[in-house]
């Protein structure tokens, strides 16, 4: 008798916990290298989503956006930080992931912009067409940033060919640049980026702005990039920087649980206070700018949330 009342309990426990939107399996969170955006901002999300539900993440350093995507597909991780470009190019089975789409994944939000910010200790090169003949780092060969680097160069009528290209991820080009080894870096992050902003603390940086008429070609061509103004404050630069910047985005694998989805997007949302507190891209938060993706439908338990808040999103 007692081993049975034992027995009931424990199941009542367990159905209770699953009730409760809770989750045994802990999430791995796919963010970037560990002086980028992703990885500080990440690691604030996971922290707080880890402590205030039942459901249990855990950042984990990447190689950002397509290395995000694979490893998802993989089944290494289950969720990821990616760039709205790399996630329109994987659904679709372009530019990088040509004839090989990935669609096993959604949309748990947007968070905040990137920016496009093309670094130099060289006061010199004032516009991209200064680039040329230059050696730049445009990225990690195949990463979202070597096709931001591609597309901001062709809108000067410039390409790979036109300059020497390295090609590095966000740490290893300020290390460049503080040699004397390169000439301009390419980083594709929220501003202000740990790199860029441990290079500013000991050397003057210069950010190279793209002016109207070609932000208005590249944006023609690729609407995914929109006008982005980075403020002198940011780095201590001379005067603002104009560029273009993509949405960080969270995508999650579509057989994560609903109740975990739904634990994801609420935490970030009902406590965009206090991860602001914590990192400086908590306060770019919004929740019309987070259900504004329309490439890539969003997961049910995410829409969950959206539509307690009045908001519509396209689910699976």
Same mark, same amino acid.
């Given at each position: 008798m007692k081993k049975s009342i034992a027995m009931v309990a424990a199941l009542i426990l367990v159905a209770s916990?699953?009730?409760?939107?809770?989750?045994?399996?802990?999430l791995s969170f796919g963010t970037g290298g560990d002086q980028g955006t992703y990885y500080g901002f990440g690691s604030v999300l996971a922290q707080r989503i880890s402590a205030e539900t039942d459901t249990k993440v855990t950042a984990v350093v990447s190689n950002g956006s397509q290395d995000n995507i694979?490893?998802?597909?993989?089944?290494?991780?289950?969720?990821?930080f990616v760039q709205s470009d790399v996630m329109s190019y994987a659904y679709e089975g372009t530019n990088l992931f040509?004839?090989?789409? /990935?669609?096993?994944? !959604?949309?748990? *939000?947007?968070?905040?912009?990137?920016?496009?910010?093309?670094?130099?200790?060289?006061?010199?090169?004032?516009?991209v067409a200064d680039l040329e003949g230059k050696t730049v780092s445009i990225g990690s060969s195949g990463s979202g940033v070597y096709y931001n680097a591609i597309d901001v160069l062709g809108a000067y009528g410039l390409t790979e060919e036109d300059i020497t290209p390295t090609y590095q991820s966000f740490g290893d080009s300020v290390d460049a640049l503080q040699d004397g080894k390169i000439d301009a870096a390419f980083v594709v992050a929220g501003a202000p980026t740990v790199a860029v902003s441990t290079l500013a603390s000991t050397r003057d940086v210069y950010l190279v702005s793209i002016d109207?008429?070609?932000?208005?070609?590249?944006?023609?061509?690729?609407?995914?990039?929109?006008?982005? /103004?980075?403020?002198? !404050?940011?780095? *201590?630069?001379?005067?603002?920087?104009q560029t273009v910047a993509i949405a960080a985005v969270i995508i999650a694998n579509d057989d994560v649980a609903d109740e975990d989805a739904y634990n994801i997007i609420s935490t970030i949302f009902n406590d965009k206070d206090s991860i602001a507190a914590s990192h400086n891209k908590g306060e770019?938060?919004?929740?019309?700018f987070a259900a504004s993706i329309t490439n890539v439908p969003y997961h049910p338990g995410a829409a969950k949330y959206?539509?307690?808040?009045?908001?519509t999103v396209p689910v699976k």
């Open positions: 916990m699953l009730f409760a939107g809770g989750s045994s399996e802990e694979e490893m998802m597909d993989m089944g290494y991780n289950q969720l990821g040509e004839g090989n789409a /990935i669609t096993n994944f !959604s949309t748990i *939000g947007a968070l905040y912009m990137e920016q496009v910010q093309i670094v130099t200790l060289d006061p010199s090169i004032k516009t109207d008429e070609h932000i208005d070609n590249l944006i023609a061509s690729s609407p995914y990039y929109s006008k982005n /103004i980075i403020d002198a !404050s940011v780095y *201590g630069t001379d005067e603002d920087c770019e938060l919004d929740l019309e959206y539509e307690e808040n009045g908001l």
